[in-house]
């Protein structure tokens, strides 16, 4: 990825959207366009105005943290926006590290799978920052079971949101999921602007999908860390989860995701008829393969 390109196209996204009113800018004169000026971003931020142009153009090498943290809150950049600008002077540095990616196909610790596998109750899954489904409890994987069948996506939730038809009617808040999903990437490329495996996929992604596309340009990053979803499950119906996120510090990139219900709700009950039945087809596959 271009990082002066990402630089500018960030800043510029973000200086557009935040208003004179919402910077607490009294009587600007009528604009032509929305948003702040660049002199008066530099202004609310402590700099010159020809420094600020530097950095607007994508120079961000050798930035402090102190100026990218004033310019962060001129800006009104929530704690996303604040790592991800971090995240992209880190990379403009002349000493930037290139430290491999770990291999989309890096293994499952045994003792992380008998972990997820204790976990009886409650769908849990584990996702790389690429969207790749690397592993999964019993619940998980009945969970999603239509993605991971579904043979457009290879277990990628992003390839399966952008590409397969079929995503819309298993993510009944689609749009909000989508634009989630594309923050979240779009944050990871920052933290990992190196790994091809991740800018492979958003390539792809930008030129087979217009909505990925359209998000992309965007320039919004998001945490990914708690809140709730909806999923259209073709055996069971209408689930309505709260899922909370968990960082794996031993697996750098990967996350793991546990849905909760609510005690006594509808999706409980649906929840572990779709366990009651994900156990009879393993009994019956297993039943099969002594047969033969």
Known sequence: MDNQAEVSDFLRSRRARLTPDQAGI???ARRRVAGLRR???????????????????GNLAGVSTEVLNALAAALHLDDAETDHLHDLARAAGPAAIRRPARPKTASVRPSLQRFLDTNTGTPTVIQNRRADLVAFNSL???????????????????RFTFLSPASRNFY???????????ASMRSAAGKNPHDKDLTDLIGELVTRSDAFRQRWAAHDVRFHRSGKKRI??????????????????GTPGWMLYAY???PGSPTEERVQLLGSLAATQTESVAGTARES
């Open 26 to 28: 009294i009587g600007g």
């Open 39 to 57: 002199e008066e971003v530099a202004m609310l931020a402590g700099m010159s105005s020809d420094y600020y142009a530097k950095m607007e153009r």
């Open 140 to 158: 998980g994987r009945a969970l999603l079971a239509p993605m991971l069948n579904d043979p457009t996506n290879q277990a990628n939730n992003a």
């Open 172 to 182: 009944p808040d689609w749009e909000n999921g989508a634009d989630s999903l594309v």
């Open 232 to 249: 259209h499950h073709p055996d069971v119906g209408d689930l309505e989860f709260e899922f909370e996120g968990m960082e794996l510090p």
């Open 260 to 262: 909760t219900t609510q």
